[in-house]
T-cell receptor, first 115, second 110 residues
Framework: EAGVAQSPRYKIIEKRQSVAFWCNPI?????LYWYQQILGQGPKLLIQ????????DSQLPKDRFSAERLKGVDSTLKIQPAKLEDSAVYLC?????????????FGPGTRLTVL | GQQLNQSPQSMFIQEGEDVSMNCTSS?????WLWYKQDPGEGPVLLIA?????ELTSNGRLTAQFGITRKDSFLNISASIPSDVGIYFC??????????FGKGNQVVVIP
């Protein structure tokens, strides 16, 4: 079974530029999550989708971050404009809608550096 | 928000030794999960615990879900070099949301 796919793996941009990340979850997983992981910290949830609807985006900085999952499968996360403090690893995870305890499976992440 | 405390932050152990790490919270969780993260990779699920008091093993890993539902521990027996990495505990709350600890860095000395 293929895992969660993410691209790109690395991205370097200057502050005030825009950037987009892509995620393809495990086939059949209805729930998709985007996390931000700052160096030395655990992942922090940004947004949770169930199929193509947003379940929780309370921790998403909506003035600059946006995410969509239009067809309920793959998803994009965008930052516009980027700030220095956005430098982090952006992780995508997915889980079965009715999976055991909601165990989440993570992709390899996109490492973003904002200069 | 949900806060999980992991201790110690980093551990240096000799190959072959056992290592234990702890995770505590002021919040109650119905599911505890332990993940391992290698450099440049996403976290990989090691063990999931669904019931208070549950003790679960996965190879050389053993984890327990605390009776109070506010803590969990993970034990690695007979450590090997590939056990190097960051170990995160996570608690499941609300609508399938995870809160993570800050992680324990494990270094295995050959």
């Amino acid at each position: 079974e293929a895992g969660v796919a993410q691209s790109p793996r690395y991205k370097i941009i200057e502050k005030r530029q825009s950037v987009a990340f892509w995620c393809n979850p495990i086939s059949g997983h209805a729930t998709l999550y985007w996390y931000q992981q700052i160096l030395g910290q655990g992942p922090k949830l940004l947004i949770q989708f169930q199929n193509n609807g947003v379940v929780d985006d309370s921790q998403l900085p909506k003035d600059r971050f946006s995410a969509e999952r239009l067809k309920g499968v793959d998803s994009t996360l965008k930052i516009q404009p980027a700030k220095l403090e956005d430098s982090a690893v952006y992780l995508c995870a997915s889980s079965l809608e009715e999976g055991p305890g909601g165990a989440q499976f993570f992709g390899p992440g996109t490492r973003l550096t904002v200069l | 928000g949900q806060q999980l405390n992991q201790s110690p932050q980093s551990m240096f152990i000799q190959e072959g030794e056992d290592v234990s790490m702890n995770c505590t919270s002021s919040s109650i969780f119905n599911t505890w999960l332990w993940y391992k993260q290698d450099p440049g990779e996403g976290p990989v699920l090691l063990i999931a615990l669904y019931k208070a008091g549950e003790l679960t093993s996965n190879g050389r890993l053993t984890a327990q879900f605390g009776i109070t539902r506010k803590d969990s521990f993970l034990n690695i027996s007979a450590s090997i070099p590939s056990d190097v990495g960051i170990y995160f505990c996570a608690g499941l709350y609300g609508n399938n949301r995870l809160a993570f600890g800050k992680g324990n860095q494990v270094v295995v000395i050959p």
